[in-house]
């Protein structure tokens, strides 16, 4: 019921940049789009979420660091990563929930590495 387009990851080097891009086709209003990741070895793990009216929710290791954005009207949200270190490193997977009578179904994109090495 959703199609995902991620886009922007690659190597980057510690301290560098990198800016995460997703589009979601749905068959229904998105209710919370948001970045999870998962390192080799890890659970799945969230990074950012931010809801349709802009509420955002961050990881803790992240915050002052990563800065995430929506469009509602296309429904793409983005992930601005600045000052990765190499424990950023992780297949970074886009979601987005359905809300619908008090019920969240979340849907996953099939994500997109993101090394951080020198």
């Known amino acids: 019921q959703v199609q995902f387009v991620e886009s922007g990851g690659g190597l980057v080097e510690p301290g560098g940049s990198l800016r995460l891009s997703c589009a979601a086709s749905?068959?229904?209003?998105?209710?919370?789009m948001g970045w999870y990741r998962q390192a080799p070895g890890k659970q799945r793990e969230l990074v950012a979420t931010?809801?349709?009216?802009?509420?955002?929710n961050y990881a803790d290791s992240v915050k002052e660091r990563f800065t995430i954005s929506r469009d509602n009207a296309e429904n793409t949200v983005s992930l601005q990563m600045n000052s990765l270190k190499p424990e950023d490193t992780a297949k970074y997977y886009c979601?987005?929930?359905?809300?619908?009578?008090?019920?969240?179904?979340?849907?996953w994109g099939q994500g997109t590495q993101v090394p951080v090495s020198s």
């Open positions: 931010i809801t349709s009216g802009g509420d955002t």
């Open positions: 749905a068959t229904f209003s998105i209710h919370a």
């Open positions: 979601n987005a929930d359905r809300l619908w009578i008090g019920i969240t179904t979340r849907y």
